[in-house]
T-cell receptor, first 118, second 115 residues
Framework: GAGVSQSPSNKVTEKGKDVELRCDPISGHTALYWYRQSLGQGLEFLIYFQGNSAPDKSGLPSDRFSAERTGGSVSTLTIQRTQQEDSAVYLC????????????????FGAGSRLTVL | AQKITQTQPGMFVQEKEAVTLDCTYDTSDPSYGLFWYKQPSSGEMIFLIYQGSYDQQNATEGRYSLNFQKARKSANLVISASQLGDSAMYFCAMRNNNAGNMLTFGGGTRLMVKP
């Protein structure tokens, strides 16, 4: 697609429920990233995919968080047993993921999925 | 470990004036990239400008320029001729080229342009 697409744009859920957030990256982008942004804060790195593998899962805050990517394209971020502190905007980005030391390898972000846990 | 610091939580600038948003970084790696993103109230992250650690010239993109001082580890964003539409959050970010392509972000600066 023309840009990074995320769904749902808004999700309200009850504490303890599981949620799935979807990211559809720009066609041809091999790298995909998930970030979390709490209200008024900066971006917190969660996980990074190169193709279907995740070389860096260091940012996942707990074992309730998991992510997968299939076919080198769509990614799903799953939060199990949601807690109120999970409320945030979850941002997905993609990049060509080839030559690192290049301004061409810029992350393009989606509009985000706003999660509210009641 | 990488760290990005933006010391100005909020800034005001008069329309048509220039403004500098500060960013300092800390890394022990010689190969890295520095980015600035703009986040308007609508929430999307908009890429503005990039500077590579080996680039000899300061990056410029239209009204945006990056004042890169490698020895001081600073990468300040300069916006010339501010416009009302420049009011937004601005984030500085760094990529360590030896650790994948993930970006580490600073805490952001909220810029408000006064008419």
């Amino acid at each position: 697609g023309a840009g990074v697409s995320q769904s749902p744009s808004n999700k309200v859920t009850e504490k303890g429920k599981d949620v799935e957030l979807r990211c559809d990256p720009i066609s041809g982008h091999t790298a995909l990233y998930w970030y979390r942004q709490s209200l008024g804060q900066g971006l917190e790195f969660l996980i990074y995919f190169q193709g279907n593998s995740a070389p860096d899962k260091s940012g996942l805050p707990s074992d309730r968080f998991s992510a997968e990517r299939t076919g080198g394209s769509v990614s799903t971020l799953t939060i199990q047993r949601t807690q109120q502190e999970d409320s945030a905007v979850y941002l997905c980005a993609s990049s060509p993921g080839t030559v690192l030391n290049s301004g061409a390898n810029v992350l393009t972000f989606g509009a985000g999925s706003r999660l509210t846990v009641l | 470990a990488q760290k990005i610091t933006q010391t100005q939580p909020g800034m005001f600038v008069q329309e048509k004036e220039a403004v500098t948003l500060d960013c300092t970084y800390d890394t022990s790696d010689p190969s890295y990239g520095l980015f600035w993103y703009k986040q308007p109230s609508s929430g999307e992250m908009i890429f503005l400008i990039y500077q590579g650690s080996y680039d000899q010239q300061n990056a410029t993109e239209g009204r945006y320029s990056l004042n890169f001082q490698k020895a001081r580890k600073s990468a300040n964003l300069v916006i010339s001729a501010s416009q009302l539409g420049d009011s937004a959050m601005y984030f500085c970010a760094m990529r360590n080229n030896n650790a994948g392509n993930m970006l580490t972000f600073g805490g952001g600066t909220r810029l408000m342009v006064k008419p």
